[in-house]
């Protein structure tokens, strides 16, 4: 469970809860709902089951949100950021009101369960491969989330125990290659950035080499993106992290296998308050070789982007 699960939720407006549960149901049924005639408002207990073990839990206050906005509760039988464990079914919250309000609520609340479960579970994941590599620093999401659903996804994020990075473009100054491209330089966008955003916030520049990131970090840059530079390969090592010395020829240029963190280190020796972080082509899979004492940050789209979902169901109990 990651340590920041209680309070997470605390972050979100209540007035925000309530206009995201609104909205959500107000697409799924813009006018009648014709099979709540079938069913009617008698009082009815549905078991919120969770199919995919192993899973994060994550999404309860919108879970809740929907069903309160239709004048249902709910009972978790766990709480937020939990492990929901091994078994190939499991009980994970009780839903009880009128059958048709219940049913009114049952795909929204589930797709924001489904969809933050599964971003919180591979976060989880994510993170613990990086503390399992020995490495301390963040690991991140990205601005590449669902249109409409960031709030939702940032929150998983959180309760998986990774970074959201910037909530968005107002959160933190980003400059990529065509902000620098329009803007002429780096120096120069950094510079027109700093003129707005002044002390209050970071700038972090998208880098494609270590040239640009010398320039990026002289010019004031808070962060340096190394984006899409490829991680050297590592030695095996059970104590810390160790990466392969490599010292090449004045006429042998760097290999793309050793440029990731050759940069880092340099940019960390002439600028050691300055942040390096690491983007681009990361994966579960290869997440361990960009592990480094030089990158301070390794973000990842795959953390939203292509993310499996955990499958929920809700299945109302039969009257006995």
């Known amino acids: 469970m990651s340590p920041h699960t209680h309070t997470a939720a605390n972050a979100i407006p209540p007035h925000t809860l309530t206009q995201l549960a609104r909205r959500w149901l107000a697409e799924d049924t813009p006018n009648f709902d014709p099979a709540g005639v079938c069913v009617g408002s008698r009082e009815v207990e549905a ?8 899973s994060i839990l994550a999404g309860r206050p919108f879970f809740t949100a929907v069903f309160t906005e239709v004048g249902c509760t709910v009972d978790w039988t766990y709480q937020e950021g939990a492990d929901i464990g091994p078994d190939a079914v499991t009980v994970t919250a009780v839903v009880r009101g ?5 049913l009114l609520g049952e795909r929204p609340a589930l797709n924001c369960l489904a969809r933050a479960s599964g971003i919180a579970t591979r976060c989880s994941q994510l993170q613990a491969a990086a503390a399992a590599g020995g490495w301390h620093g963040e690991v991140a999401g990205t601005r590449k989330t669902t249109p409409g659903f960031r709030l939702v996804e940032k929150y998983a994020m959180l309760v998986g125990g990774v970074a959201m990075h910037r909530q968005d473009l107002s959160g933190m100054v980003m400059l990529k290659d065509n902000h620098v491209w329009a803007s002429g330089s780096i120096s120069e966008a950094v510079k027109a950035a700093r003129s707005v955003c002044g002390f209050s916030s970071k700038i972090e520049v998208e880098c494609c080499s270590a040239e640009q990131g010398r320039e990026a970090a002289a010019a004031g840059a808070d962060i340096v993106m ?9 030695e095996a090592s059970t104590s810390c992290l160790i990466f392969t010395a490599y010292v090449p ?13 050759a940069a880092a280190r340099s940019l960390k ?6 942040l390096i972080e690491s983007s681009g082509g990361i994966d579960p899979e290869n997440l361990s070789l960009y ?5 301070d940050i390794i973000s990842l789209g795959c953390v939203t982007q292509g993310c499996p979902v955990v499958d929920f169901s809700l299945k109302v109990q039969k009257p006995e």
């Open 291 to 295: 592990l480094s004492p030089h990158v």
């Open 226 to 234: 190394l984006d899409n530079f490829k991680p050297q390969v590592k």
């Open 269 to 274: 020796t002439e600028f050691p308050t300055v």
């Open 249 to 261: 020829h004045k006429h042998t240029p760097l290999s793309p296998l050793q440029e990731l963190h």
């Open 98 to 102: 009128p059958a048709r309000c219940l």
């Open 47 to 54: 078991r919120l089951l969770c199919k995919t073990p192993n």
